[in-house]
């Protein structure tokens, strides 16, 4: 850390955060801002601040009842913090060995003003309890900022019922709609009226924007562990404001998680960047954390003893790491009265036995538990579990969005962290970075995957919108045959879906292949990387995937329902000759999966030109001649 920092007593005038390589500009008036990219502007005015109502605490305390939903009209600027970050840090695992976190960062100190609220009443002094802090941190990737309640001598209470943060747009501005983080997305303006394709209410995070010139646009969430979750509303035409799910009580000291803008004249630049949304979470605990094994993982579909060792002797033939046994194992998921601490009664196994038998294959067991089990026995679980020599708990059907539950929900992943199992949340879940800070909590769903089966479309669309904000249980299928793609499409996944546990032939029994020499892809594509490069694309149309491991690259491309010529550059290769393995579909095998297998030898920099069918893709592996 450059020690930069400053206290310093200013006038009440507009203050600026500048990005280190000078092309973000954040411009704060009073409760106002503004962001500039690349000397454009790509967000107008708009608004900061909170509501609150603290009028049971006031009444509590005797102090006069002021204004409470504008809580932050009459804040004052006392004075401001600048410092300036360079740091490099290397996760757990990831999609980049190293992340760099370089930031300069503008703290702004506001306390309440004196009409009428600085009133001393029974001897308190509400200028000593109401302050604000607006935090803003300018990265070369975007801009961040926030809302800080600094510590008082009373750890002051707070009641937030909403915030006032809203984001303004150039008129013209279109958004890829989604209203739930399963659903299906529609590009739509911003516009209260009523449009082709439905109004629009409240919108996922992130949120991916395209402005009248061109530019992309993304907003996202960051670090939030125990607040309500933020959506996008249209207060406006061209104006969203961050819609709290609920209400969120706090005391001092608290921060309210990040609200993100980043911005791109190409799309996949706002894939390159994403790893922003990790550098906003705090890091990990200095502890023991190689019991966290990223890997593949095998749904075993039939629930008997036979139906899982099956799935076990498969894993290991196959070389996959997990077999997962879902939702049934301890009976009916939805009821109260499940135990998940036993084997249902209908079933033909023990989980010990279950466990040993995977322990000498060298698979590790993860089990499906739904949120109903988990609030009511979590402290009986975990023990147990890891007694048993569980790996990891596939939460089901989380509550989300509350603040208790989001609270809830994260102090469970801590718990399992004391006790060695890791974790995939599903259902409607979506991450805010915090695999940062939780590195056992390896992947989530909160995505509209393969088992409602999308089109090639919404394929090509998900690497600029919900993995912008990290991993996602796709939960990739291959020969099930309500799949709409072609085998090329969804081999191609492997690369371009990043999630450090990646299921594999979801629906499918054990050895559903026959042998295929595609599927050597699958085998040798790791779950975690040490490079990744967004090399191409556009969002809904297609998506080109670099990633590297060791010294070998795995690249993916997918399109969307038309056919596509592309032309994959190399120019990110280091200098030499590279063995290339293409697999790529071809209608005219007539073969089982129709995709063909075939070797080049490419010089780096040279580009290899593919043709992809429609709603098809092409996965290829590289490795250098030396």
Not at 74 to 100: C, F, Q, S
Request: glycine share 8%.
């Amino acid at each position: 850390m450059l020690p930069l920092c400053m206290l310093t007593c200013l006038p009440l005038s507009a203050q600026q955060v500048t990005s280190p390589d000078g092309r973000y500009v954040m411009t704060i008036e009073g409760m106002s801002f503004s962001i500039s990219f690349g000397g454009k502007t790509i967000v107008e005015k708009s608004q900061l601040g909170v509501n609150i109502d603290n009028r049971l605490f006031e009444s509590a305390l005797a102090v006069p009842r002021g204004i409470h939903e504008n809580w932050c009209a009459d804040l004052e600027l006392k004075g401001e913090e600048r410092t300036t970050v360079d740091t490099i840090w290397a996760p757990l695992y990831g999609e980049n060995a190293r992340i760099r976190d370089h930031y300069n960062q503008l703290v702004l100190h506001y306390e309440k003003g004196s009409n009428g609220q600085g009133t001393v009443a029974d001897g308190y002094d509400k200028r000593k309890y109401y302050a604000m802090d607006i935090v803003v941190r300018a990265y070369d990737e975007g801009i961040a900022f926030r809302y800080h309640f600094p510590e008082t001598a009373n750890s002051l209470f707070l009641h937030i019922t909403g915030e006032r943060t809203t984001f303004h747009m150039p008129q013209g501005t279109m958004g890829w709609y989604e209203e739930w983080a399963q659903g299906p997305y529609t590009r739509r303006p911003l516009t209260t009226r009523e449009t082709v394709d439905g109004t629009w209410y409240e919108s996922e995070r992130p949120l991916l924007l395209q402005l009248p010139t061109g530019e992309y646009v993304a907003l996202l969430e960051a670090a939030m562990k125990d607040y309500a979750r933020g959506k996008f509303r249209l207060k406006a035409d061209n104006e969203l404001q961050v819609a709290m799910y609920g209400c969120a009580d706090i005391i001092s000291p608290y921060h309210t998680p990040w609200r993100v803008v980043m911005a791109a004249e190409r799309a996949v630049d706002l894939i390159n960047h994403k790893e922003l949304v990790l550098n906003l979470n705090a890091e990990r605990k200095n502890a023991d954390w190689s019991w966290v094994r990223p890997g593949k993982a095998f749904r075993s579909s039939k629930l008997t003893r036979e139906g899982i060792m099956r799935s076990i002797d498969y894993c290991k033939d196959f070389g996959f790491d997990y077999v997962e046994l879902d939702a049934g194992w301890y009976g009916p998921e939805g009821k109260v009265e499940s135990d998940a601490t036993t084997v249902a009664e209908t079933r033909d196994f023990s989980m010990p036995d279950i466990c040993a038998y995977a322990k000498s294959k060298g698979i590790g067991v993860w089990v499906y538990v739904n949120q109903r089990a988990l609030f009511r026995q979590l402290d009986q679980l975990l023990p147990l579990y890891r007694q048993w020599g569980i790996s990891g708990i596939k939460f089901g059907f989380v509550q989300i969005g509350s603040q208790q539950w989001s609270t809830w929900l994260h102090q469970a992943v801590e718990k399992c962290a004391e006790y060695g199992i890791m974790i995939d949340i599903h259902d409607e879940y979506r991450p805010t970075g915090l695999s940062r800070t939780y590195p056992h909590l390896l992947t989530q769903e909160g995505i509209r995957g393969n088992e409602e089966m999308p089109d090639a479309d919404h394929n090509t669309l998900l690497p600029f919108t919900r993995y912008l904000c990290g991993p996602a249980d796709y939960t990739l299928c291959y020969f099930n045959n309500r799949v709409k793609n072609t085998k090329g499409h969804q081999l191609a996944m492997a690369a371009v879906y990043y999630s450090p546990l990646q299921f594999y032939f979801w629906y499918d029994s054990p050895y559903v292949d026959k042998g295929e020499a595609e599927l050597k892809f699958w085998k040798d594509c790791p779950t975690t990387f040490d490079e990744s490069i967004a090399l191409d694309g556009q969002p809904g149309e297609y998506i080109i995937q670099a990633r590297r491991s060791g010294d070998t690259w795995f690249v993916g491309a997918m399109t969307n329902h038309e056919a596509r010529t592309v032309s994959i550059a190399t120019d990110f290769l280091p200098k030499g000759k590279y063995q290339v393995e293409i697999y790529n579909d071809d209608p005219s095998l007539g073969t089982r999966t129709n995709v063909k297998s075939s070797s080049i030898i490419v010089k780096a920099g040279k580009p290899i030109v593919l043709q992809l069918q429609p709603r098809g893709g092409a996965a290829l592996r590289l490795v250098r001649i030396k």
